[in-house]
């Protein structure tokens, strides 16, 4: 496998290929860029189906990272871990250590927070053997609730933009995925008024959302030709892709997932289809926003973050009204907004 060709490379300043016999540990650390400070970035934990597939998820959301701290005006790099394993069976206090281990010998340069599959008691143990972690209990804790209120907000957004709306009564939004961030956001819009229409490959997730909020389940595959408002993808990415595209019918794609589009050409074409897209790493920003003030040297506070992440609402609007004079998509120029300012700090 050649890596510096692959396409999702993209000048990235450091992978390191993490291997512990002991414990099992097999993981990727990427750094994207740490031009406008540590590169910050959560660890997932996946059973994914080869380690090339590992190492592309992870070069992608470390870019990703790079691109949401920077339009989200923090002062981190980008930076994304996975450790290749299934989070229900092959955790253990000896990864995690392991892991925590090779954060450290980064010497500061990557700093790591909870991502799917992860959760603070894990980052606990991590914890055990570096500093470099951020989102513990104690502090600014589990991200999923401010992750899931940034998506919320970012939707409203959207929703202003391209229905003429202030709220999200009566809309029609299909959500796909209900772990943390998933269950959180459904809580937002069903207090809202908005109507769910649900679906998880955990049918204990799907029960919860129907019973606790009223939402109408539909089976995985079906969730994409939903007739509705709001398509919210908050599971894994690349769910917008030649198969789903001519499936869906809704005005807005809007949702917490990273990667949400397989290729970049996929944001043109839901531009054609007349489907406004909110670009993932903006909307999604409030889990790592949250931590950021974990990082400033300051006793956490929790409204100053939630302050911070309603910022989304008024970069999106900005990002929705330039994609419209430039005849651009969302996600071009959502990048090129992104590398303009790491460039500028490099």
């Known amino acids: 496998m050649a890596v510096f060709n692959l396409r999702d490379y993209d000048d990235h300043e450091q992978v390191?290929?993490?291997?512990?016999?002991?414990?099992?540990?097999?993981?990727?650390?990427?750094?994207?860029?740490?031009?406008?400070g540590p590169a910050v970035g959560?660890?997932?934990?996946?059973?994914?189906?080869?380690?090339?597939?590992?190492?592309?998820?992870?070069?992608?959301?470390?870019?990703?990272?790079?691109?949401k701290n920077a339009?989200?005006?923090?002062?981190?790099?980008?930076?994304?871990?996975?450790?290749?394993?299934?989070?229900?069976?092959?955790?253990?206090?000896?990864?995690?250590?392991?892991f925590g281990r090779f954060i450290e010998n980064l010497n500061g340069q990557y700093i790591s927070a909870e991502d799917v599959g992860i959760n603070?008691?894990?980052?606990?143990?991590?914890?055990?053997?570096?500093?470099?972690?951020?989102?513990?209990?104690?502090?600014?804790?589990?991200?999923?609730?401010?992750?899931?209120y940034g998506?919320?907000?970012?939707?409203?957004a959207a929703?202003?933009?391209?229905?003429?709306?202030?709220?999200?009564?009566?809309?029609?939004?299909?959500?796909?995925?209900l772990g943390h961030v998933g269950y959180y956001l459904c809580e937002y819009l069903k207090n809202e008024g908005a109507e769910l229409i649900v679906t998880d490959i955990n049918k204990e997730s799907?029960?919860?959302?129907?019973?606790?909020?009223?939402?109408?389940?539909?089976?995985?595959?079906?969730?994409?030709?939903?007739?509705?408002?709001?398509?919210?993808?908050?599971?894994l990415g690349a769910t917008i892709n030649d198969v789903t595209l001519p499936q869906l019918k809704c005005s807005i794609v809007a949702g917490a997932a990273n990667n949400q589009l397989s290729e970049d050409r996929h944001g043109e074409q839901l531009k054609k289809q007349g489907i406004l897209y909110t670009p993932d790493y903006v909307i999604n920003a409030g889990g790592i926003i949250n931590v950021s003030f974990e990082t400033e040297g300051k006793k956490y506070c929790k409204q100053d973050a939630l302050n911070k992440v309603d910022e989304i609402y008024g970069t999106l609007l900005e990002i929705f009204?330039?994609?419209?004079?430039?005849?651009?998509?969302?996600?071009?120029?959502?990048?090129?907004?992104?590398?303009?300012?790491?460039s500028a700090a490099k």
Not at 55 to 63: E, F, Q, Y
Not at 120 to 145: C, F, Q, W
């Open 42 to 67: 959560g660890c997932r934990m996946w059973e994914y189906n080869s380690d090339e597939g590992a190492l592309i998820d992870a070069l992608r959301l470390s870019r990703g990272m790079s691109y």
């Open 71 to 98: 339009l989200a005006g923090l002062k981190m790099g980008g930076g994304k871990s996975v450790i290749i394993g299934n989070s229900r069976t092959m955790k253990s206090e000896a990864l995690f250590r392991a």
């Open 16 to 36: 390191v290929f993490c291997k512990d016999v002991e414990s099992g540990l097999e993981a990727v650390i990427c750094i994207h860029s740490t031009a406008l």
């Open 159 to 177: 929703a202003k933009h391209r229905l003429g709306r202030d709220d999200l009564a009566g809309l029609k939004i299909a959500v796909q995925g």
């Open 321 to 342: 009204e330039i994609a419209d004079s430039e005849q651009k998509t969302t996600n071009i120029v959502a990048d090129e907004l992104a590398r303009r300012r790491i």
């Open 151 to 156: 998506v919320y907000k970012g939707m409203k």
């Open 206 to 235: 799907v029960d919860r959302v129907v019973s606790n909020l009223g939402a109408t389940a539909v089976d995985p595959d079906d969730i994409y030709s939903q007739d509705v408002d709001i398509y919210a993808p908050c599971a």
């Open 120 to 148: 603070p008691s894990d980052m606990a143990i991590v914890h055990k053997e570096t500093n470099h972690v951020v989102g513990l209990e104690g502090r600014s804790g589990d991200p999923s609730p401010v992750t899931a």
